[in-house]
C-alpha cells in the first residue's frame, strides 16, 4: 500500500486520515543492545513527519522497503536473539499531521496537472509563484503550506500585474496574517523590510556572498540599484567604502534603516536618485576624487560597481562612456587608480550560448567590443530564472577607453554583433525594474 495520501477533492485536514498496514519488528528491550539494533535497522524505518519510528520496543517499518523477515539485517538481529517471530503486521493510521507539504499538494491536484509549486521563504511569509493551473487550488495550497512550514504567519502568490513606477513585485495574500514587515539574516547580517513594498530574492544570497568576497578593506563599491542593501551593508561590514543608490524611496528608506541597524553608517553613503543620475553623478565625482587623492597619497584598493537589475542594467551602460571626458589631463591621471570593474547583470534566453549572448548584449549597450585581457573580466551565470532564461553576471573592466570615449576602440557596426540579440526598447531610465 502507498505511504502517499489518497487523492482529495474538498479539502479538509480530516480528508487525510488513512489506514495503512505496515511491517513492525516487536523486541524486549531489556534483551538486547538496542543503540546496535536502532543502528542496523534505521535504514529500514518509516520516517513520516510527526511520527516516532521507535515506540516501547516496536520498529515501525517502511512497507515500500520491508515485506518480509529477510529484507531485514537478519544476521545481525539473530545475534542479539531476535528471529522471524518478532516480526508481524500492524494496520498504522496515517494523518494530515504526518505528510510533507509537497505530498499534500499532489494529493489535491487532479492528475494531468502537474503540482510542483515553488517557494521562498522570506522571514515568516511564504510567496509562492503559482502556476496558471494551479490557481483554481491555491487557497488550499497556501493552508497546506501555512500549516506545514515552521514559523510560517503568511501566505502570498506573485501575481503578473506590474502597475506602478518602481516596478515593484506584485502580489496577493492568500492565507495568513496581512503582515509584510520581515526580518531576515543573510550572510551573517541582519535586514529588516517591508516586503509588499521593496524587492528582495533569497535565491540570490549566494551571489551577493560571491561579489562580496571580492572586496577588501579600503576598497570602493558604487551599488547602482543597491536595493535594501544585501551587497553595500555586508561590503560594509568588511570596512569597505560604499556608496549604495535606489531610486523606489521605499528601499531608500529600508536601506536607511538597515544602514543604522547594522551600525556602518561611517562607511556607507546612501542616495535616493535614478541610476543614470547616479552614474553620471555621483560616480563620476567619487572617481574624480580617487584620482585626484591617490595622486597625491597612493594607496592600494579596487573599484567595483554593481548593478544588479538584469531587466534594465545593461541600458545603463552607455551612461561610463565618456563619464571621465574633461580634458586630456584626467586621461592621463585616471592611469594611478585601479580600473573599475562593473559587475553589470541580466537576462538571456533561449539560446544555448547564454555567455556569448550576455556579450553581445553588453556591447550593444555600451557600444565597445568586449575582449577578454582587455576590457571583460568574466561572463558568469548566476541562476535559472525559466525555462530558457538565465540570469548573467557581465564583470566589465572600465578602461580609459571606455570612460574617456576613446573612439578608436569603439565596437564594431558588424551586423554580426546583432545577431540572435532581443534588445528591448529603450526605456525612461526613471523606472526601475524587479530584481531576480
Given at each position: 500500500?502507498?505511504?502517499?495520501?489518497?487523492?482529495?477533492?474538498?479539502?479538509?485536514r480530516d480528508a487525510f486520515k488513512k489506514i495503512i498496514s505496515v511491517p513492525i519488528l516487536s523486541v524486549?528491550?531489556?534483551?538486547?543492545?538496542?543503540?546496535?539494533?536502532?543502528?542496523?535497522?534505521?535504514?529500514?524505518?518509516?520516517?513520516?513527519?510527526?511520527?516516532?519510528?521507535?515506540?516501547?520496543?516496536?520498529?515501525?517499518?517502511?512497507?515500500?522497503?520491508?515485506?518480509?523477515?529477510?529484507?531485514?539485517?537478519?544476521?545481525?538481529?539473530?545475534?542479539?536473539?531476535?528471529?522471524?517471530?518478532?516480526?508481524?503486521?500492524?494496520?498504522?493510521?496515517?494523518?494530515?499531521?504526518?505528510?510533507?507539504?509537497?505530498?499534500?499538494?499532489?494529493?489535491?491536484?487532479?492528475?494531468?496537472?502537474?503540482?510542483?509549486?515553488?517557494?521562498?521563504?522570506?522571514?515568516?511569509?511564504?510567496?509562492?509563484?503559482?502556476?496558471?493551473?494551479?490557481?483554481?487550488?491555491?487557497?488550499?495550497?497556501?493552508?497546506?503550506?501555512?500549516?506545514?512550514?515552521?514559523?510560517?504567519?503568511?501566505?502570498?502568490?506573485?501575481?503578473?500585474?506590474?502597475?506602478?513606477?518602481?516596478?515593484?513585485?506584485?502580489?496577493?495574500?492568500?492565507?495568513?496574517?496581512?503582515?509584510?514587515?520581515?526580518?531576515?539574516?543573510?550572510?551573517?547580517?541582519?535586514?529588516?523590510?517591508?516586503?509588499?513594498?521593496?524587492?528582495?530574492?533569497?535565491?540570490?544570497?549566494?551571489?551577493?556572498?560571491?561579489?562580496?568576497?571580492m572586496l577588501r578593506p579600503n576598497d570602493f563599491l558604487y551599488d547602482v540599484f543597491a536595493g535594501i542593501?544585501?551587497?553595500?551593508?555586508?561590503?560594509?561590514?568588511?570596512?569597505?567604502?560604499?556608496?549604495?543608490?535606489?531610486?523606489?524611496?521605499?528601499?531608500?528608506?529600508?536601506?536607511?534603516?538597515?544602514?543604522?541597524?547594522?551600525?556602518?553608517?561611517?562607511?556607507?553613503?546612501?542616495?535616493?536618485?535614478?541610476?543614470?543620475?547616479?552614474?553620471?553623478?555621483?560616480?563620476?565625482?567619487?572617481?574624480?576624487?580617487?584620482?585626484?587623492?591617490?595622486?597625491?597619497?597612493?594607496?592600494?584598493?579596487?573599484?567595483?560597481?554593481?548593478?544588479?537589475?538584469?531587466?534594465?542594467?545593461?541600458?545603463?551602460?552607455?551612461?561610463?562612456?565618456?563619464?571621465?571626458?574633461?580634458?586630456?589631463?584626467?586621461?592621463?591621471?585616471?592611469?594611478?587608480?585601479?580600473?573599475?570593474?562593473?559587475?553589470?547583470?541580466?537576462?538571456?534566453?533561449?539560446?544555448?550560448?547564454?555567455?556569448?549572448?550576455?556579450?553581445?548584449?553588453?556591447?550593444?549597450?555600451?557600444?565597445?567590443?568586449?575582449?577578454?585581457?582587455?576590457?571583460?573580466?568574466?561572463?558568469?551565470?548566476?541562476?535559472?530564472?525559466?525555462?530558457?532564461?538565465?540570469?548573467?553576471?557581465?564583470?566589465?573592466?572600465?578602461t580609459s577607453d571606455i570612460l574617456f570615449n576613446i573612439i578608436s576602440n569603439k565596437r564594431s557596426n558588424?551586423?554580426?554583433?546583432?545577431?540572435?540579440?532581443?534588445?528591448?526598447?529603450?526605456?525612461?531610465?526613471?523606472?526601475?525594474?524587479?530584481?531576480?
Amino acid at each position: 500500500m502507498s505511504l502517499q495520501p489518497s487523492k482529495v477533492t474538498n479539502f479538509s485536514r480530516d480528508a487525510f486520515k488513512k489506514i495503512i498496514s505496515v511491517p513492525i519488528l516487536s523486541v524486549d528491550v531489556s534483551k538486547i543492545n538496542m543503540s546496535k539494533i536502532v543502528k542496523n535497522m534505521k535504514p529500514f524505518l518509516l520516517k513520516m513527519q510527526k511520527f516516532r519510528s521507535i515506540k516501547d520496543g516496536t520498529f515501525y517499518l517502511n512497507p515500500e522497503i520491508v515485506k518480509e523477515f529477510s529484507h531485514l539485517p537478519v544476521t545481525e538481529l539473530k545475534n542479539e536473539g531476535i528471529n522471524e517471530d518478532s516480526f508481524s503486521y500492524q494496520d498504522l493510521e496515517l494523518n494530515y499531521d504526518n505528510w510533507r507539504a509537497d505530498e499534500l499538494v499532489k494529493a489535491i491536484i487532479p492528475d494531468g496537472i502537474e503540482p510542483a509549486t515553488s517557494y521562498s521563504i522570506i522571514g515568516h511569509i511564504i510567496h509562492l509563484n503559482l502556476k496558471d493551473e494551479l490557481l483554481p487550488y491555491k487557497l488550499d495550497i497556501a493552508q497546506i503550506y501555512l500549516d506545514k512550514i515552521p514559523n510560517c504567519r503568511t501566505v502570498v502568490n506573485k501575481t503578473q500585474n506590474i502597475d506602478n513606477t518602481f516596478r515593484n513585485f506584485q502580489m496577493e495574500l492568500l492565507k495568513g496574517e496581512p503582515v509584510y514587515e520581515v526580518q531576515v539574516k543573510e550572510n551573517g547580517i541582519n535586514f529588516e523590510f517591508d516586503f509588499s513594498s521593496v524587492y528582495w530574492n533569497p535565491r540570490l544570497s549566494t551571489e551577493h556572498e560571491r561579489i562580496v568576497k571580492m572586496l577588501r578593506p579600503n576598497d570602493f563599491l558604487y551599488d547602482v540599484f543597491a536595493g535594501i542593501g544585501p551587497f553595500s551593508i555586508p561590503a560594509a561590514k568588511k570596512r569597505v567604502n560604499v556608496l549604495a543608490n535606489d531610486l523606489n524611496p521605499h528601499s531608500f528608506k529600508w536601506l536607511q534603516h538597515n544602514v543604522t541597524k547594522n551600525k556602518v553608517g561611517h562607511y556607507v553613503k546612501i542616495f535616493n536618485r535614478d541610476g543614470r543620475d547616479f552614474i553620471l553623478n555621483e560616480v563620476r565625482e567619487n572617481l574624480l576624487e580617487r584620482i585626484e587623492k591617490q595622486e597625491n597619497d597612493p594607496v592600494d584598493y579596487s573599484i567595483h560597481i554593481t548593478m544588479n537589475l538584469p531587466a534594465l542594467a545593461t541600458e545603463f551602460l552607455d551612461a561610463f562612456v565618456g563619464l571621465l571626458k574633461d580634458n586630456e589631463k584626467n586621461i592621463k591621471s585616471s592611469k594611478s587608480i585601479p580600473t573599475p570593474i562593473c559587475h553589470c547583470y541580466c537576462f538571456v534566453k533561449g539560446t544555448d550560448d547564454p555567455k556569448e549572448m550576455a556579450k553581445k548584449l553588453a556591447e550593444e549597450h555600451i557600444g565597445f567590443e568586449l575582449k577578454y585581457g582587455d576590457n571583460l573580466k568574466e561572463i558568469s551565470f548566476v541562476r535559472n530564472v525559466a525555462p530558457n532564461k538565465d540570469m548573467m553576471r557581465v564583470d566589465l573592466l572600465l578602461t580609459s577607453d571606455i570612460l574617456f570615449n576613446i573612439i578608436s576602440n569603439k565596437r564594431s557596426n558588424d551586423s554580426s554583433y546583432n545577431d540572435d540579440i532581443e534588445i528591448p526598447a529603450k526605456k525612461a531610465c526613471n523606472f526601475e525594474k524587479e530584481k531576480f
